[in-house]
């Protein structure tokens, strides 16, 4: 993807992407009054590696540039850490990023692909991208175009029973264009994965449904880059990143407390976050 | 005005006996029967020939939507997505937004039913270019019951925002409508049956997504169906058809007029998009309104209508359907019979409502 000798600055430059896109988090929730801090906090590194990382092929100033690699945001309330990175590639205004969820605003409490450019599909009704995923993919392959499909789910998401409708027919089609990441961050709104409804062993789950697996730290920027790499290099079947995250990463007070999966932060506990994010 | 109809009166003048003339019509009339779903498989293959980017899915049922003879001719732009409703309706969400239009088909029941999520986030509210061909709509699914019989899709479908309803009457009416579907910009739901039904639809009469046409009284000036809506005559009574209804709903008419009580019959297959200048002027010239869908009288055609007129011109409407059961399984012609969608169950309703007033 890069030559050696960049990568140590590109994995810098994505940390610190990732840094900003947290804090941008942060700060556009708590201007909302409401929203999804947590899952948004945990696939900050992931979708940073993917729009600061040189991985996905996209141009901000043509969003609809018909080669560009698509990214799928299927666990759509996690909105803010997408906006935040599609605004910091210059999709759009920084100064849209102070109207989230408020009337007349692009920028929805889940993505509208109709407002916002960069968005390529609306979703927050969970279960949902996989399968838009799986189409984008196969009309890649019909139009013989080489742009590759980039879908994040959340691991409460794979309850749903359309992902595994969708994983069976990505493996099916042997889409290799098509990779999924699961922000495994082990929290759902109503308490632990494992204890709500397990989703256990999701390595062995999408192993069995014909997808080649792989399982990293979803907060090492520099372990995201060579898997994702490897990912692209898998032929004849889809792939999926199992990554491992915390929710809330980055924010003390946040992080693995499920509480924040939908609320948002008060001015003191902004001010809080701002100071632990800012010292990095 | 269609072709049975012109034969069976060649006939009738050359028939000597009451009874050889309906064995006869009835013969030729069946000849022409033909199932809506039929003309959506053979109209597939044509549009499949014509553009490229034409993709169909299925969920396992393509024998049975007839989306089979495409997948024949074109195997590489068909996916059978196997039993995954809500699955194919975000593959087809996906192909539109890569460019395809995609043809999604499988029964009314689980395309608007299962998969009404799907189809609304993942079609619906993008707004993306998907074309829902949902077979097996309504009672005369027959005997697999009401598991499978869909009596509400409409109501679904036209509740969602930037969805268009399409309701075809016959098979030369199907083929009109999925072309007009393909050349459409964005969702498009089209009902239609298992049945074979006659042809009703006129052949020198094209289709428009959000117009209606007046099919009876027949048009003076061939191909001017409306303009009997300019000259100043006032029905007793108009019925307001779409799908298999509109059959009935003609012989109905013919019917009352022999007994003096004049009819218009209009076909509104464009529920939504629903034809709002055709529907004022037939309040306005008509002295009540009679509707006729193979639906619940709950949120279809009906209540269609009704949001017309009751914002333009007020007028007596009986809305026909299924009232607000479930199905249940027999023939499609005995439930037919048991629903009451037959010309002699609208004849009686028509009577009612004018003798009613008099």
Redesign the interface.
Known sequence: MQNPGNKESLIRFIEQKAREIRIDIVKMTAKAGSGHPGGSLSAADIVATLYFGEVLRVKPDEPDW?DRD?FVLSKGHAAPVLYSALAGRGFFPADWLDTLRQLGSPLQGHP???KVPGV??????L??G???????????R??QKDYNVWVLLGDGECQE??IW??A??ASH?KLDNLIAIVDHNGLQIDGRVRDVMSIDPIDDKFRAFGWHVFRVDGHRVDILLDVFQQALDIKGKPAVVVADTVKGKGVSFMEGEKDWHGKAPNPGQLEEALKQLQAV | MDQPFERSKRFRSRACHANIHISIEKVIRMSQMKATRDAYGEALVELGRQNPDI?VLDADLSSSTRTSAFAQEFP??F?N??I?E??M????????????I?FASTFAVFAAGRAY??V???IA???FNVKIAASHAGITVGEDGATHQALEDIALMRALPGMTVLVPSDARQTRLAVMAAASHDGPVYIRLGRAKVPQVYPEDAGFQIGKGLVLWPEPEVPGQFNAVLEEGRVFDMAFVACGITVAPALEAARALEKEGIPCLVAEMASVKPIDEDLLVKIAKRSKAIVTCEEHSVIGGLGSAVCEVTARNHPVPVAILGINDEFGESGSAEALIKHYGLTSEHYCEVARKIVSGRQ
Do not use: W
């Not at chain 1, 390529?120 to 009704?125: D, F, R, Y």
């Open positions: 018909p698509r509208d692909c109709k390529e599909v609306s979703t927050g009704s279960g949902q996989l399968s838009m995923a799986v189409g984008m993919a196969l009309a890649g019909l139009d029973g359309q409708e969708a069976m027919a089609y | 993709v590489e732009r996916f997505v196997g995954a809500a699955n309706m975000g593959i087809a969400a996906g192909l539109a937004h890569s460019g395809k995609p999520d799907q609304r986030q993942s509210y993008p707004r």
